[in-house]
């Protein structure tokens, strides 16, 4: 199966800075997904995005399937916005939908 | 849509009981995936259905965990018996598997094996 690598493992962000965590895939995707798992260890679906940009308010992701990565931009950041980000991915050959997950980024913004 | 609902949403049981989880996955969705996390291993599937069918159970850890789909909105993960390491927390997931397949995850169960 498909190596599903994030960075930074940590970060930690005063209110109001901006961020970019990176993901990077081993193998070709045709399924990426970013996840925060807020405190309260419920997943919550950011994007989908195989390829191409999205924005959703303050955060948005771009996708360069090419070259297997995926960026989360994190702008104006506040104190909800704390928790892990996962991004997930299927690979080309996988059969069927099987999400591989990274390890994820744990963020901590401060007041 | 209420979502996808697992049930309990934690679970304290001693070493060798037995632990049923349960999912109902979003109505109309055809595909049920389980999974589970942990601090060692993060997020990892054990198993998935497609239309009610167990495709891909590679992910179980051994004959002491089981999965069934009796029908379109409803699964239950069956722990028996139970050990410690078993303890972490489960969720469910599912998704409508035609074109843009995005998976929705519940709010987990999370188990404690004492």
């Known amino acids: 199966g498909i190596q599903v690598e994030q960075s930074p493992p940590d970060l930690i962000l005063q209110e109001g800075a901006n961020s970019t965590l990176r993901c990077n895939f081993s193998?070709?995707?045709?399924?990426l997904q970013w996840f925060h798992q807020n405190p309260w260890g419920q997943l919550i679906n950011l994007f989908y995005?195989?390829?191409g940009t999205k924005q959703n308010g303050r955060l948005s992701a771009t996708t360069v399937a090419t070259e297997r990565y995926s960026l989360l931009y994190i702008s104006s950041s506040q104190t909800t916005d704390s928790g892990v980000y996962f991004c997930?991915?299927?690979?080309?050959?996988?059969?069927?939908?099987?999400?591989?997950f990274g390890g994820g980024t744990r963020v901590l913004v401060k007041p | 849509d209420a979502g996808v609902i697992q049930s309990p949403r934690h679970e304290v049981t001693e070493m060798g009981q037995e632990v049923t989880l349960r999912c109902k996955p979003i109505?109309?969705?055809?595909?049920l995936f389980w999974y589970r996390q942990t601090m060692m291993r993060g997020l990892e599937l054990l198993i998935y259905?497609?239309?009610?069918?167990?495709?891909?159970d590679s992910g179980m850890p051994e004959d002491r965990f089981s999965a069934k789909m009796p029908n379109a909105s409803f699964s239950t993960l069956k722990i028996q018996p139970s050990e410690p390491r078993d303890s972490a927390v489960y969720f469910c997931a599912s998704s409508l598997s035609r074109g843009i397949d995005i998976q929705y995850f519940g709010a987990g169960t999370r188990l404690s094996v004492l």
């Open positions: 193998d070709s995707v045709n399924n």
């Open positions: 259905f497609n239309n009610n069918v167990p495709i891909d």
């Open positions: 109505s109309g969705h055809n595909s």
């Open positions: 997930a991915g299927v690979g080309v050959k996988a059969a069927g939908n099987k999400l591989t």
């Open positions: 995005i195989p390829s």
